[in-house]
């Protein structure tokens, strides 16, 4: 199968109005990665992921697989501290994004079954797009 989206979303927060307000922001922050990602990941053949579903969650203690109800769509929860990560700047997000992505792949890598030099050349290049100040704002 081909991984065809990045899905990033906050984990509920006891009010449906603030959730979605997080998730706004989150998603705002992190759309560099789908320019990116139409370029280079969106080809990759694996066996596991249709698409990616990062939940940030305040209460994670460690990245995991949190759902696997459909096949292809699996929900992956990645630790995360809204307070520190308000008070990054831009370049500051996009590396985090880019480290958060970074990990969740290599987590997911061995259920994916695909060649590591696919992940590796994407992961390279988000960084080497960062550090350029290209990544598509």
Excluded: H
Excluded at 104 to 128: H, Q, T, V
Aim: glycine residues 4%.
């Amino acid at each position: 199968m081909r991984l065809k989206s990045i899905n990033v979303y906050s984990d509920y927060l006891g009010d449906t109005e603030k959730t979605r307000e997080r998730t706004g922001q989150l998603r705002a922050d992190s759309n560099f990665l789908d320019f990116v990602f139409a370029q280079k990941l969106k080809y990759i053949d694996n066996a596991y992921l249709k698409q990616l579903n990062i939940k940030c969650s305040d209460s994670a203690q460690n990245i995991r697989v949190y759902s696997e109800l459909s096949p292809g769509y699996p929900e992956i929860v990645i630790p995360f501290d809204f307070d520190s990560y308000s008070g990054m700047d831009e370049k500051e997000k996009e590396s985090f994004w880019i480290k958060t992505i970074e990990k969740a792949l290599l987590f997911l890598k061995p259920k994916m079954n695909c060649k590591d030099e696919d992940i590796n050349n994407y992961i390279e290049l988000l960084n080497e797009k960062m550090n350029q100040g290209s990544i598509g704002r």
